[in-house]
């Protein structure tokens, strides 16, 4: 057979065969130091810049894989070719070298180089350039093995997964009740409010009810992580990833447990926490150690709260949105204006507790939010030491959570609470600190307050704080 005809040949070969599009944009490498940093609890642009590759490429990657890490192997087998053999077989074979003189040198069989030659050419013609990038593309791209989900390939199965995650919530007369739900755009899951009321059955609820329905069936059953997969990670095509939403998180991307546990608590150090707190507070002898928190309701509203441990006596802080929002878009790292930010918080709370005599100004006991972050400047112009709580130890500050179980009486979850005037929230304090309290010995916390006053300070008139103002 001449050049000519094998040529041809070739050329006739390698035209059936369809594009891939354009080589990645990392390797294997890259991939496995990314995944390995997002497992140890790295941010995702942090582990970019470990793995060498741009933000865009890392956030794609998070994005299409839904936040689940495929767990590439450091190292492929050594049965295969490796990325510095493919370099060196490009170098070699650009300078002459025959097939059978690289693969003497790489200690490699003579047919392993012939393929890696023809298969993982980087043109598409009879002349078989070798580049290294290319060759290295071409061979992961050829290794993967897709297989299947078991959801794709059952569709019973599937049919029943969707009917216990998306099911329509129905009335006496079978027609589906409840809000239409905000429309999924693909990224995380949206800011709170309505959403569209299903079935919504956990996936391990699903998989652990799978063997109770059908028992003789071993063909409807799956695992629940399965599920997961299958609404997560893009391209496993068995349920739409909109489905998410009818997850209890209603979140579009796993968030990997090392990071979940990561919270970003740099604003409290060991001296401002709880145990470092006055042991005069834990007995509740002596009022004015305080314990603080917020109300949260709708888009970001809040309002803020002030319990005394010894009186129980509230006071309700107004926190109005800063000029400017819903105007200026939302931006990372912008300006807080919902109301509730680090300064604004500072400040709203320095106005309250000056309001304050000097004997009931002794301490301020908060939660982890960063909303007081501020604290070493509220300490420089109050006076007054703030504590921070342990982390998940809501009965640390048993009293001020008590009372916003109290509050929400007023103040229900799932309301927008900018709405309140700063006269309504008045008013509302005024009434929770007139009503009688068992364990005050059905005295008001306005009345515990007077006496805790009097004792103090004898003769001391009847303070403006006691009237409810």
Same mark, same amino acid.
Request: hydrophobic fraction near 35%; charged fraction near 30%; glycine fraction near 8%.
């Given at each position: 057979?001449?050049?000519?005809?094998?040529?041809?040949?070739?050329?006739?070969?390698?035209?059936?065969?369809?594009?891939?599009?354009? @080589?990645?944009?990392?390797?294997?490498?890259?991939?496995?130091?990314?995944?390995?940093?997002?497992?140890? $609890?790295?941010?995702?642009?942090?582990?970019?810049?470990?793995?060498?590759?741009?933000? !865009?490429?890392?956030?794609?990657?998070?994005?299409?894989?839904?936040?689940?890490?495929?767990?590439?192997?450091?190292?492929?087998?050594?049965?295969?070719?490796?990325?510095?053999?493919?370099?060196?077989? &490009?170098?070699?074979?650009?300078? +002459?070298?025959?097939?059978?003189?690289?693969?003497?040198?790489?200690?490699?069989?003579?047919?392993?180089?012939?393929?890696?030659?023809?298969?993982?050419?980087?043109?598409?013609?009879?002349?078989?350039?070798?580049?290294?990038? /290319? &060759?290295?593309?071409?061979?992961?791209?050829?290794?993967?093995? !897709?297989?299947?989900?078991?959801?794709?390939?059952?569709?019973?199965?599937?049919?029943?997964?969707? &009917?216990?995650?998306?099911?329509?919530?129905?009335?006496?007369?079978?027609?589906?009740?409840?809000?239409?739900? @905000?429309?999924?755009?693909?990224?995380?899951?949206?800011?709170?409010?309505?959403?569209?009321?299903?079935?919504?059955?956990?996936?391990?609820?699903?998989?652990?009810?799978? !063997?109770?329905?059908?028992?003789?069936?071993?063909?409807?059953?799956?695992?629940?992580?399965?599920?997961?997969?299958?609404?997560?990670?893009?391209?496993? $095509?068995?349920?739409?990833?909109?489905?998410?939403?009818?997850?209890?998180?209603?979140?579009?991307?796993?968030?990997?447990?090392?990071?979940?546990?990561?919270?970003?608590?740099?604003?409290?150090?060991? +001296?401002?926490?709880?145990?470092?707190?006055?042991?005069?507070?834990?007995?509740?002898?002596?009022?004015?150690?305080?314990?603080?928190?917020?109300?949260?309701?709708?888009?970001?509203?809040?309002?803020?709260?002030?319990?005394?441990?010894?009186?129980?006596?509230?006071?309700?802080?107004?926190?109005?949105?800063?000029?400017?929002?819903?105007?200026?878009?939302? /931006?990372?790292?912008?300006?807080?204006?919902?109301?509730?930010?680090?300064?604004?918080?500072?400040?709203?709370?320095?106005? /309250?507790?000056?309001?304050?005599?000097?004997?009931?100004?002794?301490?301020?006991?908060?939660?982890?939010?960063?909303?007081?972050?501020?604290?070493?400047?509220?300490?420089?112009?109050?006076?007054?030491?703030?504590?921070?709580?342990? !982390?998940?130890?809501?009965?640390?500050?048993?009293?001020?959570?008590?009372?916003? $179980?109290?509050?929400?009486?007023?103040?229900?979850? +799932?309301?927008?609470?900018?709405?309140?005037?700063?006269?309504?929230?008045?008013?509302?304090?005024?009434?929770?600190?007139?009503?009688?309290?068992?364990?005050?010995?059905?005295? /008001?916390?306005?009345?515990?307050?007077?006496?805790?006053?009097?004792?103090?300070?004898?003769?001391?008139?009847?303070?403006?704080?006691?009237?409810?103002?």
């Amino acid at each position: 057979m001449g050049v000519l005809e094998r040529q041809k040949r070739v050329r006739a070969y390698r035209e059936q065969i369809p594009s891939p599009g354009r @080589p990645t944009v990392a390797w294997r490498e890259d991939r496995v130091k990314f995944w390995a940093a997002i497992a140890r $609890g790295v941010k995702t642009e942090d582990a970019c810049v470990e793995a060498r590759v741009s933000a !865009p490429v890392g956030f794609r990657w998070f994005r299409h894989a839904g936040g689940v890490n495929p767990r590439l192997p450091a190292e492929i087998s050594g049965r295969y070719l490796s990325f510095a053999e493919r370099e060196d077989i &490009a170098i070699w074979h650009a300078q +002459g070298a025959s097939g059978r003189e690289i693969a003497r040198r790489l200690g490699r069989d003579p047919s392993t180089i012939s393929r890696e030659l023809r298969h993982n050419a980087s043109t598409r013609t009879y002349k078989l350039d070798h580049r290294a990038s /290319t &060759a290295q593309w071409h061979a992961e791209r050829c290794a993967r093995r !897709p297989k299947a989900a078991k959801l794709v390939r059952n569709q019973r199965l599937r049919d029943y997964v969707q &009917a216990r995650l998306s099911g329509d919530i129905t009335d006496a007369d079978g027609q589906p009740v409840g809000p239409a739900g @905000p429309t999924w755009k693909g990224r995380n899951k949206p800011h709170r409010g309505d959403r569209r009321w299903a079935t919504a059955w956990s996936p391990e609820q699903i998989a652990q009810r799978l !063997p109770v329905e059908f028992p003789d069936d071993e063909d409807m059953r799956i695992s629940h992580e399965a599920i997961y997969q299958a609404l997560y990670v893009e391209g496993r $095509g068995a349920l739409k990833r909109e489905l998410v939403a009818c997850l209890r998180t209603g979140r579009a991307l796993r968030v990997p447990r090392a990071r979940n546990r990561q919270k970003a608590w740099a604003h409290v150090t060991d +001296g401002v926490l709880i145990s470092e707190r006055p042991a005069e507070a834990e007995d509740r002898a002596v009022p004015g150690h305080w314990e603080s928190d917020l109300i949260i309701g709708l888009k970001r509203s809040a309002i803020g709260t002030l319990v005394d441990r010894t009186t129980r006596f509230t006071m309700l802080i107004h926190l109005p949105r800063e000029k400017g929002y819903g105007v200026i878009p939302r /931006t990372k790292n912008g300006p807080a204006l919902a109301g509730y930010g680090a300064i604004t918080m500072k400040n709203a709370l320095a106005d /309250t507790m000056t309001t304050l005599p000097e004997q009931l100004r002794r301490s301020l006991t908060w939660d982890r939010g960063k909303e007081l972050s501020a604290h070493a400047a509220f300490k420089v112009e109050t006076g007054i030491p703030v504590y921070f709580a342990d !982390p998940h130890s809501p009965w640390q500050r048993g009293t001020n959570e008590n009372t916003n $179980g109290l509050l929400r009486q007023y103040f229900p979850k +799932g309301t927008d609470l900018s709405r309140r005037s700063r006269e309504e929230i008045q008013a509302v304090a005024e009434a929770v600190n007139n009503r009688p309290r068992k364990t005050l010995g059905w005295k /008001t916390p306005a009345e515990a307050l007077n006496e805790q006053l009097r004792s103090l300070q004898p003769g001391l008139r009847r303070s403006r704080l006691t009237s409810g103002s």
